[in-house]
């Protein structure tokens, strides 16, 4: 039987209510399609302070740094000891520590839109077709947030200069690329790649390498966009995008975009992946939103963001795609059958009914 080893860190907030659900969820998963999952579970964020005075505990990175892959909750609390300095806060020295010290390259942003919860899309139904269903593909290590040089510097006369340099060379842009082309190749087998090659060096190598390693997928239709433009076809009519291949920023500000059509935080997964080894590829994997405090320890908080990034898990780092498809297909049955929490809930649809954050992930286990 295949075995994997997961760091499981609930973190702050929320966190430990909808990951104790994505566990159960997985639990189910591992019955009914015969693999093994060593789940250990460790404290990180506020939870590593008060357990061992370290947002990020030593023998949480060790544990992290054993396992295949880590499912993450989220962490931060903003009310808590604002005295304590910015660097050993849970968002620095837990979140961006792992996410460097595992060099994730590639952010994976999928935004789903079932039909039965258009009420809480921003857009006009119309527009929202046979529902929305997008990946984003978002570069993670270079570009403009990391270029060199980066700098401000005095130019006299009370005048300052701020530079930010946009790079990128050729071979991060082939490692994107094919985790980009993988991902449509497991979809309807669309890739729009965004640039701004009529203005941008950056783009047009962009776009030259994009174009060359499609050559090695023929079986994805890719077509090229310029940002500006992306961003308004992703509000004109979103149901042309299947993936969406982005540079760093690029892909910040349209991950962002397009999350706002999947109509609550509480839905939307995420995966930032680093390298493959052996066929594994090790991932982080977390909902999209934070800790969500003003709902915290109220069984009020969705689960289903948490659920969805344990599938994204199985897919991307164990290849276990109908287990998977599986959790993604008893979340759309979950809403099917009318279970909705708060942030989903529409109190004109006579079908739904409101239930909590355990209620949900019961619903989702049974239905896998
Ligand atoms: P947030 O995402 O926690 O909450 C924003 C709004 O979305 C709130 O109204 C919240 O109730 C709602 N929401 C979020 N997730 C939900 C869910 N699963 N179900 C239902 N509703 C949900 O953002 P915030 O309030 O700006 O930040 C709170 C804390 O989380 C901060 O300390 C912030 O730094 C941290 N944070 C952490 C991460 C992370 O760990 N990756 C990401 C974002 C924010």
Same mark, same amino acid.
């Given at each position: 039987? #295949?075995?994997?080893?997961?760091?499981?860190?609930?973190?702050?907030?929320?966190? +430990? $209510?909808?990951?104790?659900?994505?566990?159960?969820?997985?639990? &189910?998963?591992? #019955?009914?399609?015969?693999?093994?999952?060593?789940?250990?579970?460790?404290?990180?964020?506020?939870?590593?302070?008060?357990?061992?005075?370290?947002?990020?505990?030593?023998?949480?990175?060790?544990?992290?740094?054993?396992?295949?892959? =880590?499912?993450?909750?989220?962490?931060?609390?903003?009310?808590?000891?604002?005295? =304590?300095?910015?660097?050993?806060?849970?968002?620095?020295?837990?979140?961006?520590?792992?996410?460097?010290?595992?060099?994730?390259?590639?952010?994976?942003?999928?935004?789903?839109? +079932?039909?039965?919860?258009?009420? &809480?899309?921003?857009?006009?139904?119309?527009?929202?077709?046979?529902?929305?269903?997008?990946?984003?593909?978002?570069?993670?290590?270079?570009?403009?947030?990391?270029?060199?040089?980066?700098?401000?510097?005095?130019?006299?006369?009370?005048?300052?200069?701020?530079?930010?340099?946009?790079?990128?060379?050729?071979?991060?842009? $082939?490692?994107?690329?094919?985790?980009?082309?993988?991902?449509?190749?497991?979809?309807?087998?669309?890739?729009?790649? =965004?640039? #701004? &090659?009529?203005?941008?060096?950056?783009? =047009?190598?962009?776009?030259?390498? %994009?174009?060359?390693?499609?050559?090695?997928?023929?079986? %994805?239709?890719?077509?090229?966009?310029?940002?500006?433009?992306?961003?308004?076809?992703?509000?004109?009519? !979103?149901?042309?995008?299947? %993936?969406?291949?982005?540079?760093?920023?690029?892909?910040?500000?349209?991950?962002?975009?397009?999350?706002?059509?999947?109509?609550?935080?509480?839905?939307? +997964?995420?995966?930032?992946?680093?390298?493959?080894?052996?066929?594994?590829?090790?991932?982080?994997?977390?909902?999209?939103?934070?800790?969500?405090?003003?709902?915290?320890?109220?069984?009020?908080?969705? +689960?289903?963001?948490?659920?969805?990034?344990?599938?994204?898990?199985?897919?991307?780092?164990?290849?276990?795609?109908?287990?998977? &498809?599986?959790?993604?297909?008893?979340?759309?049955?979950?809403?099917?059958?009318?279970?909705?929490?708060?942030?989903?809930?529409? !109190?004109?649809?006579?079908?739904?009914?409101?239930?909590?954050?355990?209620?949900?992930?019961?619903? %989702?286990?049974?239905?896998?």
């Amino acid at each position: 039987m #295949k075995n994997f080893n997961i760091a499981a860190l609930a973190g702050d907030g929320i966190g +430990p $209510e909808v990951m104790r659900e994505a566990i159960k969820v997985l639990r &189910a998963t591992e #019955k009914n399609f015969g693999f093994q999952l060593n789940i250990t579970e460790a404290p990180v964020g506020w939870a590593g302070i008060d357990a061992a005075g370290k947002a990020l505990p030593d023998t949480t990175l060790a544990l992290c740094q054993q396992s295949d892959s =880590i499912l993450f909750g989220s962490v931060g609390l903003p009310d808590r000891d604002p005295t =304590i300095p910015k660097e050993e806060r849970p968002e620095r020295a837990a979140l961006l520590r792992l996410r460097k010290e595992f060099s994730l390259f590639a952010n994976l942003r999928p935004v789903s839109l +079932p039909k039965a919860l258009a009420h &809480a899309c921003p857009l006009a139904k119309e527009r929202q077709g046979d529902g929305i269903d997008i990946l984003v593909v978002r570069e993670l290590t270079g570009g403009m947030y990391f270029g060199q040089p980066k700098k401000t510097e005095e130019l006299g006369n009370g005048q300052q200069r701020a530079i930010d340099t946009m790079v990128y060379t050729t071979s991060e842009i $082939e490692r994107i690329a094919h985790v980009a082309f993988k991902s449509a190749q497991l979809r309807r087998k669309k890739l729009t790649s =965004i640039d #701004k &090659a009529n203005v941008l060096e950056n783009g =047009i190598l962009w776009r030259e390498t %994009v174009t060359r390693i499609g050559k090695q997928y023929p079986d %994805v239709t890719l077509e090229h966009m310029f940002v500006d433009n992306g961003a308004m076809q992703l509000m004109l009519k !979103p149901t042309q995008f299947d %993936v969406m291949l982005c540079e760093n920023m690029f892909g910040d500000i349209l991950s962002d975009e397009a999350a706002a059509l999947g109509g609550s935080l509480g839905m939307l +997964p995420s995966a930032s992946l680093g390298a493959t080894t052996g066929g594994q590829t090790f991932g982080f994997y977390e909902p999209a939103g934070g800790t969500a405090p003003d709902i915290a320890g109220k069984n009020l908080a969705n +689960p289903i963001a948490q659920i969805l990034s344990s599938a994204l898990l199985l897919r991307h780092s164990f290849g276990l795609h109908d287990a998977a &498809a599986a959790i993604e297909k008893a979340v759309t049955q979950a809403i099917h059958d009318g279970n909705r929490t708060g942030d989903i809930f529409n !109190p004109l649809d006579p079908t739904a009914k409101k239930i909590g954050t355990s209620q949900m992930g019961d619903a %989702v286990a049974a239905a896998v």
